[in-house]
């Protein structure tokens, strides 16, 4: 157990309305992480968080923004959802680690969403 | 450009058997190579880490990473039944960049 809760675990919302994911840890990582995973595509990174208020883009971003405003919270939000953004969501976390031993990076165990 | 290729199976052995699974990836500035499990609607679950080229084993589990040939592996020995999954390769630059993933191999072991 890697100490990552993700709420809610499923939802389903319609089309324009904004919806916010939360990832909590309790493992006081700096590193954190959002994936969305799709048949045919795996996973790809949305967007990811280096430290509090510190965040980047990943490979798919359009449409998503993240907010971190303590260590253990990264929350994800969809302005304005659509079908496109119906997908399985995963929070990771991860701690800097030396050269040669890197860091290791846990999943939480997924959000479903459905937008309709 | 990241890119990782996986076959996406299904594999099918059957119990007891070795397993091989593969990737290919494009991008020579990746430095730590890892293999995730995944049981359906659970999240990934770190199998493997390694860093640079060389072998790592644990357990039945044996990673292998040839960076010269920009390709990795992981061998599965005396599969069981509990090893059906999707087994997601993964690789990263290091620091806070995040992993770039395959596609993932749905591997089944048949009792």
């Known amino acids: 157990d890697a100490g990552i809760t993700q709420s809610p675990r499923h939802k389903v919302t319609e089309t324009g309305t904004p919806v916010t994911l939360r990832c909590h840890q309790t493992?006081?990582?700096?590193?954190m992480y959002w994936y969305r995973q799709d048949p045919g595509h795996g996973l790809r990174l949305i967007h990811y968080?280096?430290?509090?208020?510190?965040?980047d883009k990943g490979e798919v971003s359009d449409g998503y923004s993240v907010s971190r405003s303590k260590t253990e919270d990264f929350l994800l939000t969809l302005e304005s959802a659509t079908s496109s953004q119906t997908s399985v969501y995963f929070c990771?976390?991860?701690?800097?680690?030396?050269?040669?031993?890197?860091?290791?990076?846990?999943f939480g165990e997924g959000s479903w969403l459905t937008v309709v | 450009q990241k890119e990782v290729e996986q076959d996406p199976g299904p594999l099918s052995v059957p119990e007891g058997a070795i397993v091989s699974l593969n990737c290919t990836y494009s991008?020579?500035?990746?430095?730590?190579f890892m293999w995730y499990r995944q049981y359906s609607r659970k999240g990934p679950e770190l199998l493997m880490y390694?860093?640079?080229?060389g072998n790592k084993e644990d357990g039945r589990f044996t990673a292998q990473v040839d960076k010269s040939s920009k390709y990795i592996s992981l061998f599965i020995r005396d599969s069981q039944p509990s090893d059906s999954a999707t087994y997601l390769c993964?690789?990263?630059?290091?620091?806070?960049?995040?992993?770039?993933f395959g596609k993932g191999t749905h591997l089944i072991i048949q009792p």
């Open positions: 990771a976390i991860s701690e800097p680690g030396q050269a040669g031993s890197g860091n290791t990076i846990y």
């Open positions: 493992e006081n990582h700096r590193y």
């Open positions: 968080s280096y430290g509090v208020k510190d965040t």
């Open positions: 991008n020579s500035a990746f430095q730590y």
């Open positions: 390694t860093y640079s080229s």
């Open positions: 993964a690789m990263t630059l290091g620091g806070a960049d995040g992993l770039t």
